[in-house]
């Protein structure tokens, strides 16, 4: 995909000494531009929020909203898109980070640990910390953004784009073959009115 300034603008930090606000830096002259890492940054933290707002709805009730399904027999499926960006946002991160950087991510993203339970927990100094908690910002923002395809941001086009048939993309795991769990029956579509099976 190719970055452009129509889409970083408005996510980048207006005071940033990278990009000093378009969003967008070239290394060289006449070179493919990149995301700035605020750009990235911002990315992240809107999934995120967006993850915490769904597991906590998720205790009270799950969202089933209707998916049209293109050139298919069956017109469309019954979803619980909360759930699936829940999984799909937990399996992208553990594909994404090493070991170390996931068990931080762990700790101070999904269980809300602070810095200073973090670095007591992993054995690691206040410095370290917040660079690595920027580097899993900035690696979690590019491939929850850059993912093919079908990415987790814009969250707009997430919960309200094109169906995937089978669901969840996470569980496309590795370069193996691509295996597709069929929706669960009880979250199929029921037969439309008027139509026999
Ligand atoms: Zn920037």
């Known amino acids: 995909m190719e970055w452009t300034r129509s889409e970083t603008l408005a996510l980048a930090m207006h005071n940033c000494t990278q990009c000093h606000g378009s969003g967008l830096r070239f290394a060289k002259k006449g070179a493919i531009a990149a995301p700035c890492n605020c750009v990235l940054r911002a990315i992240f933290r809107i999934c995120c929020d967006r993850f915490v707002r769904c597991v906590e709805q998720e205790r009270h009730l799950s969202r089933i909203s209707l998916e049209p399904h293109s050139g298919r027999q069956r017109p469309s499926t019954w979803g619980r898109k909360d759930e699936e960006y829940i999984a799909d946002f937990c399996l992208i991160s553990r594909r994404t980070l090493d070991d170390f950087e996931h068990q931080l991510f762990r700790y101070h993203f999904l269980l809300g640990a602070d810095w200073k339970l973090c670095t007591r927990r992993l054995g690691i100094d206040r410095g370290n ?53 069929p929706r669960a029956e009880n979250l199929r579509f029921p037969v439309p009115y008027g139509k026999t099976a």
């Open 129 to 181: 910390f917040f660079h690595a908690v920027y580097r899993i910002e900035q690696k979690l923002g590019r491939v929850f953004r850059e993912l093919e395809p079908y990415s987790l941001f814009p969250l707009d086009e997430y919960f309200h784009g094109p169906a995937r048939a089978g669901g969840g993309q996470a569980l496309r795991v590795g370069n193996g073959p691509t295996r597709v769990t």
